[in-house]
């Protein structure tokens, strides 16, 4: 017989404030939470996850949401009937959150030890130093380098994985009896998420605290969870033992994010989409589209042989970016770090050049060297022309042939520009299509091939989602109709369903318009799918270059094998 839960929770309704109206985003949302035990919480961007998981910590903002539940209990504490001040103190003491994005969740003018220290003193009569030294421990406890020196870091001095260490060190600080961990890994490269995921399994077992981690990705929650809850717009579409979920889904949106996700042990035409599975296209699931999608081995052989006899449309020859350190106290040597070492290689027209490697590799310092963003020395041929020796005037219009799609669709679009402006404008500035008219055809088309609509000329990024941003930064670098483009972890961010979204249409696009892609991740899964062959980086180096599936099967680096093995 199982031991009362630590938390309940029941029948859980939440309303936010649009306008003068009330609208209902999650419907009727339960579970049971037991000491020692995972709950994974997956579905879409939208689906309720986060909203869900701060009502559990009453941290939903009062003005504009309202919330009920039969029951939300944590360890016998009706959560629903507390007052502030009581609620003050169960947050980060009996229940703690690890939130999805560290570097907007950790003060940028406060150390990070002092943070967690503070966390600590805010909940136990522990004074400075003694908070110190606790912080000190549990930087130790999350395998942080250097916990001293890391005490007294700044968070803009420290990467996204230890970043993401000081959050779970923080939250962990006073021993809370439930644990919930909002998307911790998502950015991260997959050899930090598998330590992440170590870790939280470690500090679960030796502190036997219950823990609900939310992700977009059942292959990420299928390494730890006991139990997993599917929400689909607000609702609990599907709830059960993590085992039976996985391996016979019976709701068809379960089966569609289990097969949106590149396969690890096959190659697919095309990623199944969320929209077939609930209009009944695919009622068998995974086995059906592995039957109908999967690529064929001897057509890939064809387009290699044709596409290698081709001469390459970029050469990279010994490229290097070095960035010369400020000297050291006494010291007459300044350090340098070799962001990208002594690398060559080729690109094909028409080919996908996959780039993978862990964070701080170097390869989005390469790509931006490649479209001379970034200072190097080496050589980059594209077309014939070499890249480093143009001057401005030539640089300008070699750019028209080059160009990226940044990383975060949110930063890279200007918030006051309607995105039909944002797309026209490198036409302006390139001197496209003669006049105004053409161009805003021009734009009403790419909105239409990315998907999109032409209604949506005049509305502003923060009118679209991250899928959609995505979609409206790939019709802007389509707008001057380049032949190389360079993706800079242009689906890192995004869920399951839209990065399939996204993939399919890069691919399509590639066919339509003769692209040539660069394609940057840290997801090997999603890397193989795309690309024709794969570049693995290591510290500002190449470690291998190999033919995708070649690569995935047989590596034969030991750095590589470790990347293959790390995907969940």
Known sequence: MLEKPVFQLDKLQIWFKRGRHWSQTVFDAGFDLHAGQTLGVVGESGSGKSVTALAMMRLLPENISKLSAAKMTLEGTDILSLDPEPLRNLRGNRISMIFQEPMTSLNPVFTCGFQVAEAIRAHRSAVSDEAREISIELFRKVHLPRPERMFDSYPHQISGGQKQRVMIAMAIANNPSVLIADEPTTALDVTV???????????????????????????????????????????MVEYGMAQQILEAPSHSYTRSLLACRPPR??????????????????????PQVRQELMAAPEERKIRHHNLFAQHPLLEVEKLKVWFPQPKKIFSSKREVVKAVDDIS????????????????????????????LQTATGKVIFDGQEVNTLNSDALRKLRKKMQIVFQDPYSSLNPRMTIGSAIEEPMIVHRLHGNSHNRREKVMELLEKTGLEKAHFNRYPHEFSGGQRQRICIARALAVEPSLLVCDESVSALDVSVQAQVLNLLNELKKEFGLTYIFISHDLSVVRYMSDRVMVMKDGRLVELAEADSLYTNPQQSYTRALIDAIP
């Open 345 to 372: 290689f080729t690109v094909y027209p028409g080919e996908t050049l996959g780039l993978v490697g862990e964070s701080g590799c170097g390869k989005t310092t390469l790509g931006r060297a490649i479209l001379r």
């Open 193 to 235: 998420q598998k330590e992440i995921l170590e870790l939280l399994q470690q500090l679960q077992a030796e502190n036997g605290m219950a823990m609900v981690f939310i992700s977009h990705d059942l292959g990420v929650v299928g390494r730890l969870a006991d139990h997993i809850a599917v929400m689909q717009q607000g609702h």
């Open 265 to 286: 042990d096959i190659r697919l035409k095309r990623l199944p989409v969320v929209a077939e599975f609930t209009g009944g296209k695919w009622p068998g699931g995974l």
